[in-house]
């Protein structure tokens, strides 16, 4: 079973994007439409549009050959067997998720089927969305037997998308319909036989793997919640430790060593474990607002996931906090600031934490330097450079004069920077890492006055000393 099948994937983002250029890379033709002109152009012209590892070399690969862009759905929609709906599904005021633009893509769909297709919900979308897409398919005049609608959430993550879409844990299937779980399991067969990795030049998974991913044949109800439940399970799982290094700080303890500890369980694992600002980003937020919404829908209590956005919202405070107790007032302050996307290896800054920092510490009189390896030019639009804040060519820039360095995204070159030259650019050498980048013990060594989250500060000079635990 190794055949190619027409593809349409419809949404050229993060996800639509990775996953046409996968399928192509899985041995599949693939036609990827986005009604944005402007992106189909670029696209077509072989700019990949985001930050992604891989992206560029296998656009490049495929880009007119296996993978076409387009704007007509109409025509994608005659030519291919199966349709994977990957457009955006963003929080509406109430905390819904916004399915506009799926029923847009579905209403549009049904009026170009002659024949019949599998339309996979690629989208992240609320429970029951799979039978509300098949009653606008039937609204706009389809038959039953013309099309399945199948659940088919995505897993992965930004940063690491090709990878993750080419190495999946699992491949969730929901249908009702053989029909339709046979085309999904032809589309799928490249991994789940294991036949793609064996391949030269395969593109290697960021977890090790032995065996090829289960292909998990449920309902489409179960599909749907699959989805939310394991983006709210991880938020969950983030918001925990965040108020575990609450915890360790106001006991003196090493969340590091905590989180080490607890992860070594292997029920727990050591994964999503890394304290931080919160989680940020176009996908936790929103979909366990999106999930907290569901459930009141269903008169089902799940006040958890309220606590869980609680204390992400908690956690971005706590460090303006720190920063204010560091420093003692912040009007008037100069800062470095390294990192404003949402997590490092990735230019998206929807959502990101860094960036409602940054505001936040603006809104309190800071002026900044900020840098970035990949965000700044997205940035730009939210935080155009004025004379409180400007955008710094590297680090060392960023830090130059400055009361105080936060490190506020996980870049790994981050973490490998010449802590003696940042010590010496600095007007104080105060580092303020909201992600935990660095041992303490090397700070000190490095005479930096080192704050970190959930372990114990350490301070270089007396006068500091004395600052912080005034502020305590
Ligand atoms: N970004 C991520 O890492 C992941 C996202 N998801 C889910 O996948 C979905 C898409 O997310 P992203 O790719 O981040 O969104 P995105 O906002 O980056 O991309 C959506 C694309 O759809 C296009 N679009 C909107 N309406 C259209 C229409 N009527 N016809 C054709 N194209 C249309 C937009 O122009 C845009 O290019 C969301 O439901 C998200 O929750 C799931 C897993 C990972
Ligand atoms: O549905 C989605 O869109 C995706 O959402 C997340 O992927 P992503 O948002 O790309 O990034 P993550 O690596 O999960 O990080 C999310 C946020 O949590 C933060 N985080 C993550 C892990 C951790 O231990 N601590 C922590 O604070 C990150 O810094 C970031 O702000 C999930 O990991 C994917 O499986 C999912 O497909």
Redesign the pocket.
């Known amino acids: 079973m190794s055949d190619s099948i027409h593809i349409a994937v419809?949404?050229?983002?993060?996800?639509?994007?990775?996953a046409a250029v996968c399928f192509a890379e899985m041995g599949h033709s693939v036609v990827c439409?986005?009604?944005?002109q402007q992106?189909v152009s670029a696209l077509q012209g072989g700019e990949s549009l985001?930050h992604e590892k891989y992206l560029p070399d296998l656009l490049q690969r495929y880009r007119n050959a296996r993978v076409r862009f387009t704007?007509d759905?109409s025509a994608a929609t005659r030519e291919a067997q199966a349709i994977f709906i990957?457009?955006?599904?963003?929080q509406s005021e109430t905390g819904d998720?916004d399915l506009s633009?799926?029923e847009?893509?579905a209403s549009?769909i049904a009026r170009s089927i002659t024949t019949y297709k599998v339309i996979a919900e690629?989208?992240?979308?609320p429970v029951y969305t799979n039978e509300w897409i098949r009653r606008v398919m039937e609204r706009n005049g389809v038959s039953r037997e013309m099309f399945d609608v199948v659940s088919n959430?995505?897993?992965?993550?930004?940063g690491t998308?090709v990878a993750d879409f080419l190495h999946p844990d699992r491949i969730v299937v929901g249908t009702d319909s053989d029909r339709a779980a046979d085309i999904m399991a032809r589309i799928y067969e490249p991994l789940t036989s294991g036949r793609y990795y064996a391949k030269a030049g395969a593109i290697d998974g960021v977890c090790n793997h032995d065996t090829p991913p289960p292909l998990l044949r449920t309902s489409t109800k179960s599909a749907e919640i699959i989805?939310h439940a394991s983006n709210a399970f991880l938020a969950l799982k983030i918001s925990f430790i965040n108020a575990v290094s609450n915890l360790c700080e106001a006991a003196d303890a090493d969340v590091e060593q905590v989180a080490q500890g607890m992860g070594l369980d292997s029920r727990i694992g050591p994964k999503f474990l890394r304290p931080g600002i919160g989680y940020g980003?176009?996908?936790f937020p929103?979909?366990v607002a999106a999930f907290r919404s569901v459930a009141e829908q269903l008169g089902v209590n799940f006040a958890l996931l309220t606590e869980v956005e609680n204390i992400n919202a908690d956690q971005k405070r706590r460090f303006l906090s720190k920063v204010r107790s560091a420093l003692w007032t912040l009007r008037g302050k100069k800062l470095a600031v390294l990192g404003l996307s949402f997590k490092g290896g990735t230019d998206?800054i929807?959502d990101s934490p860094a960036i409602e920092l940054v505001q936040m510490l603006m809104e309190e009189g800071c002026s900044i330097r900020a840098f970035d390896p990949a965000a700044m030019q997205r940035a730009e639009h939210i935080l155009p450079p004025r004379p409180n804040f400007q955008y710094a060519v590297d680090p060392y820039d960023a830090a130059t004069d400055v009361d105080a360095l936060l490190i506020l995204t996980d870049w790994a070159e981050f973490g490998r920077l010449d802590l003696q030259r940042l010590a010496a650019t600095m007007r104080y050498p105060i580092v303020l890492d909201g992600r935990n980048l660095y041992d303490p013990d090397l700070m000190l060594e490095n005479e930096i006055t080192y704050f970190s989250v959930g372990r114990p500060t350490r301070h270089h000079t007396p006068e500091l000393t004395a600052v912080a635990s005034r502020s305590r």
């Open positions: 419809v949404g050229s983002g993060y996800v639509g994007l990775v439409v986005d009604n944005d992106k985001i704007t759905l990957a457009v955006g599904t963003p998720a633009y799926v847009a893509v549009e690629k989208s992240t979308v959430p995505e897993f992965l993550r930004e998308a989805k980003g176009s996908c929103k979909d998206d929807r």
